[in-house]
């Protein structure tokens, strides 16, 4: 049995390869995303760990912003001098690091990342844990000099004695490159600004006597723990100390977000991969198995009984598993290569030759790879298994042709209707978390539930959707259609791989379009002001900004929103940290606001707050309440609640809550604090062209920012949702590439199964033309009906996934039809495409050899 095994999969090699692939795809993303990640991860690790002080003291981190905006908090830079004199403290000193910074060369560019790392500007105090060392020209030696990193001198272009414009939270500066700095370890993308010692604290913090960190050396003989609880003990416990290894630790977790990313991205690629390729790889051993059942029957008349048929076709799967994911993990390796090629195109200089292969990797690729086709070849082997000797030597057939479909009828039934049922359950939910969990229970079932029963369908839907091929197509049309209704079950699951995708597609893309259309609903209806001016990366920018687009020709009212983070403790006891925001007087001038009760005076009056009233009624809140609440730097207040708004905001577009203050009240607590939006109104008889004309002149020396109309907001606000669609379509992509090897390798073994009826066809005068055209127009019909069932069941759950969204703000309902029929007739699209090959071999065959054929 081990040597027909062996020799059955060698003989069908061929036809297995495209399962193979399959395989290969869904190992290979898994596989690419570990190495990645575990390569990045050694990487920061060792990065992290090698340029860490001993010990870190810095400012207590009570809070930490959801968004930026939030001020640099600072510990007193003479607090290095107290710390220096503990026991078993080698050395101390203040560090000055920043990151609310923008950098612009002479030729008015930033010099900053434009892949959303940081531009960090600090002081330079060379270590032996510096993560760079001067490489050429000098160190700063007083206010006016600077360093910049290599790798950002190189792209771009700044040479030692030019000059750079640095705009900081107390004011603008101007500096001259006097030397550059390589990094010793891995960049990690961010640019770095070096200034002088003495006046970085000056300039980043206006004051020298503030610093962002403490960075303390042990002496000799003292470990990094009994250092900082000699540290604590002398400061007390208004900072936060962090060991080496701890601050390390902490890096890495901030990393940790990013890394996850990709690493999810890539998973949920492999995910769509090993469940599209299931499909395939079950069709294939059907269909092969279907094609020997005389090979089996003889197997069983010569004494093997049902255990071991079954465990040959196993055996087989798992053959083809252990080849797929060989190859799939050396794809991966490549995978991997390739992505740590990318991230040096966005500054993140990885170094190939340190690529991390974990034991872990090999194992999960053979797992997956393995695991993926044993169980995809269960249900064939178990077919396999009942075929009795006479049926095989009579040639019956075990494809299910007349097997009775009444089993998959009431397993789609009720798996249905209880999908049906959760579906139901979310329209009709009141909260979002309970909706979103139901919305996922139905999605799985019914999507299980249109497999099982997707046979059942088959010869309703093909005959509508193959209706008119008799009278377009005659004969051959007529044909096509009855190949395609002529075994349902082959049919369905080779649909079923293309519906997959396309119901992913069609749900995402009514989601993304809702979306869309509520932020759009929710812009036209709040914003008021005639521009709005905002930061590319949506960071704070300073002070000097909101003097000079007063200060421009035909400007009327300007308004500043500052963002903070804060911890409000409500009545019910819950603490609750969000980001609120300060704006100045004429609020109501830019900004449409719906109060329940009290209006914007109250809101913005010293001392007091606003919130959305819905929150408030949640947490036992109204107007009048007392709330204590706590800002950075462990500054405390007691604000009053002034107003309570009907703001009914998108989440994502507000924040938890939808607290927001006055200025003054933000300044007191949160100093430091910069501006991250200014509205902007046009002066009574100003021209809104010419205004923006003028604010986009006056603000030339600010690069970073950009000047936006309401439509220019509402297509910022489509391209953050383009991102999620995107990545739909890549999933789609995939889906689709796998879906289109499994009608090739349908549409070829069928081909093969019928070369005798084939043969007679060409005999009695069926021109090679017209057999291409048949197996064509059969793809086609299959691909389309694929497409029907992904795209029916899509819309269901789009329009299901915007009754969650409506719990969470977003209230329009819109279904992109274009996006539906373009996919509708991409799917045909993919039908020809996918039967190029078998068709061209169908066509070449022998007449007479295929007659012959057994």
């Not at 009431?410 to 139901?424: H, I, K, R, S, Y």
């Not at 051959?476 to 349902?488: E, I, T």
């Not at 329009?812 to 039967?835: K, R």
Request: proline share 4%; net charge positive; hydrophobic share 50%.
């Amino acid at each position: 049995m081990l040597k027909a095994t062996l020799r059955s999969f060698l003989a069908h090699k061929g036809r297995l390869a495209l399962s193979a692939l399959a395989v290969v795809l869904s190992v290979a993303f898994v596989s690419g995303s570990l190495i990645f990640s575990d390569t990045v991860t050694r990487t920061f690790d060792r990065l992290f760990a090698s340029t860490a002080a001993d010990v870190t003291v810095g400012p207590k981190q009570d809070l930490r912003s959801p968004v930026p905006g939030g001020g640099v908090q600072t510990v007193p830079a003479d607090l290095a001098g107290r710390v220096a004199k503990v026991p078993g403290v080698a050395s101390a000193h203040a560090d000055v690091s920043v990151q609310n910074i923008t950098v612009i060369d002479s030729r008015n560019r930033s010099v900053g990342p434009t892949t959303g790392a940081p531009t960090i500007a600090t002081s330079w105090y060379l270590t032996d844990r510096s993560p760079v060392e001067l490489t050429s020209g000098h160190a700063p030696r007083g206010a006016g000099e600077a360093l910049l990193d290599a790798d950002t001198a190189d792209k771009k272009h700044v040479r030692i004695g030019d000059p750079l414009t640095v705009q900081a939270q107390p004011g603008t500066f101007r500096v001259r490159v006097v030397g550059i700095a390589t990094f010793r370890t891995t960049n990690p993308g961010a640019a770095l600004v070096f200034l002088h010692q003495a006046t970085a604290g000056k300039q980043l913090l206006g004051s020298a006597a503030k610093a962002t960190a403490i960075s303390v050396e042990a002496a000799p003989g003292v470990t990094d723990p009994v250092l900082k609880d000699r540290v604590a003990a002398a400061i007390g416990s208004g900072y936060d100390l962090k060991t080496a290894a701890e601050q390390a630790k902490s890096a890495a977790a901030n990393l940790g977000g990013f890394l996850d990313v990709i690493k999810y991205v890539m998973l949920g690629f492999a995910g769509i991969a090993v469940l599209v390729g299931i499909f395939l790889i079950v069709n294939t051993f059907s269909m092969l198995i279907a094609q020997r059942t005389r090979e089996l029957g003889l197997l069983r008349a010569l004494g093997a009984d049902r255990r071991q048929v079954r465990r040959s076709v196993l055996l087989e799967a798992l053959l083809l598993g252990v080849v797929g994911s060989t190859l799939g993990l050396a794809a991966g390796i490549g995978m991997a290569y390739g992505l740590i090629r990318l991230m040096s195109l966005f500054g993140m200089n990885l170094k190939a030759t340190e690529m991390v292969i974990g034991w872990s990797t090999p194992v999960a690729a053979y797992v997956v790879g393995v695991g993926v086709t044993f169980v995809a070849a269960y249900l064939p082997a178990r077919r396999a298994a009942a075929v009795s000797p006479m049926a095989a030597l009579s040639d019956a057939e075990i494809a299910g042709i007349d097997k009775p479909l009444t089993g998959r009828a009431v397993a789609g039934a009720v798996m249905g209707m209880a999908g049906a049922a959760a579906l139901a359950g979310c329209v009709a939910a009141t909260k979002a978390a309970p909706a979103a969990a139901l919305l996922g229970l139905g999605v799985v079932l019914t999507l299980i539930a249109t497999v099982i029963a997707g046979p059942l369908l088959v010869r309703p839907v093909i005959r509508v959707l193959g209706g008119a091929f008799p009278a377009l197509f005659g004969s051959v049309g007529r044909m096509s259609q009855r190949n395609a209704l002529r075994n349902p079950r082959r049919t369905g699951a080779t649909a079923a791989a293309l519906m997959v995708g396309l119901a992913l597609v069609g749900g995402m893309s009514v989601a993304s379009a809702s979306m869309s259309a509520s932020f759009d609903r929710q812009i036209d209806r709040t914003l008021g002001s005639d521009f709005i001016v905002q930061s590319t990366n949506f960071t704070p920018f300073s002070d000097d900004v909101r003097r000079t687009v007063r200060g421009t020709e035909g400007v009327g009212l300007v308004v500043a929103q500052r963002i903070t983070p804060l911890a409000v403790r409500m009545p019910d006891g819950r603490r609750v940290q969000t980001a609120a925001s300060g704006y100045g007087p004429g609020l109501d001038d830019v900004v449409h606001l719906t109060y329940a009760r009290g209006g914007t005076g109250a809101a913005l009056a010293d001392g007091r707050l606003a919130m959305d009233a819905g929150f408030a009624r949640d947490h036992g809140a109204r107007i009048g309440t007392v709330l204590p609440v706590e800002f950075p730097g462990g500054r405390e207040a007691r604000i009053t609640v002034g107003a309570l708004t009907n703001l009914d905001s998108p989440e994502g577009f507000g924040t938890q809550g939808g607290i927001f203050l006055g200025l003054r009240t933000v300044d007191r607590y949160v100093p430091g604090a910069q501006d991250s939006v200014l509205f902007v109104n046009a002066a009574p008889g100003t021209d809104a062209a010419k205004l923006r004309s003028s604010l986009e002149s006056a603000l030339k020396p600010y690069p970073q920012l950009q000047v936006r109309d309401q439509a220019d907001y509402k297509k910022l606000v489509h391209d953050q949702i383009s991102v999620l669609l995107f990545l739909v379509y890549a999933l789609l992509g995939l889906a689709i590439v796998i879906a289109v090897l499994g009608v090739v390798n349908t549409l070829a073994l069928s081909v093969v199964e019928r070369t005798r009826e084939i043969g007679l066809l060409r005999a009695i005068g069926l021109s090679r033309r017209q057999l291409r055209r048949m197996i064509r127009l059969e793809s086609v019909v299959i691909a389309v009906f694929g497409a029907v069932l992904g795209l029916a069941l899509g819309l269901v759950w789009g329009v299901c996934g915007q009754q969650v969204l409506a719990l969470r703000g977003l209230k329009e309902l819109q279904v992109p039809w274009g996006t539906i029929v373009a996919v509708m007739i991409g799917s045909a699209v993919v039908g020809v495409v996918a039967a190029l090959l078998p068709a061209l071999r169908a066509s070449r065959m022998n007449v007479l050899a295929a007659i012959a054929h057994e």
